[in-house]
Nanobody, 124 residues
Framework: QMQLVESGGGLVQAGGSLRLSCAAS????????MGWFRQAPGKEREFVAA????????SYADSVKGRFTISGDKFNDTVYLQMNSLKPEDTAVYYC?????????????????WGQGTQVTVSS
């Protein structure tokens, strides 16, 4: 049983930066990866970034590569998403998720636990 809580969302102007945090609590017998997804009004939930919990390898959507950085702090059981050079099209609710099994990290359906989301709004 795991609980994920996102924080750090807010309003920022285009070109600015935000850092999202996802704090995990509870116990799970396995953890393969932690990921970030986002969903804008009228659009499907899309993959943003993921980090392999053991080894630290990362994966990014093409739309954010070079601008966003995902990282993890195992001691505090927290995953971060550093977002730089933000664009209005980055506006969305951002969700943190945990994938237990070694499946494709880009697929939302492969994740087992989800946070409630945090709103990120980028103004022009």
């Amino acid at each position: 049983q795991m609980q994920l809580v996102e924080s750090g969302g807010g309003l920022v102007q285009a070109g600015g930066s935000l850092r999202l945090s996802c704090a995990a609590s509870g116990r799970t017998f396995s953890r393969y990866a932690m990921g970030w997804f986002r969903q804008a009004p009228g659009k499907e939930r899309e993959f943003v970034a993921a980090i392999r919990w053991s080894g630290g390898s990362t994966s990014y959507a093409d739309s954010v590569k070079g601008r966003f950085t995902i990282s993890g702090d195992k001691f505090n059981d927290t995953v971060y998403l550093q977002m730089n050079s933000l664009k209005p099209e980055d506006t969305a609710v951002y969700y943190c998720a945990l994938e237990r099994l070694p499946r494709t990290v880009q697929a939302a359906s492969n994740y087992d636990y989800w946070g409630q989301g945090t709103q990120v709004t980028v103004s022009s």
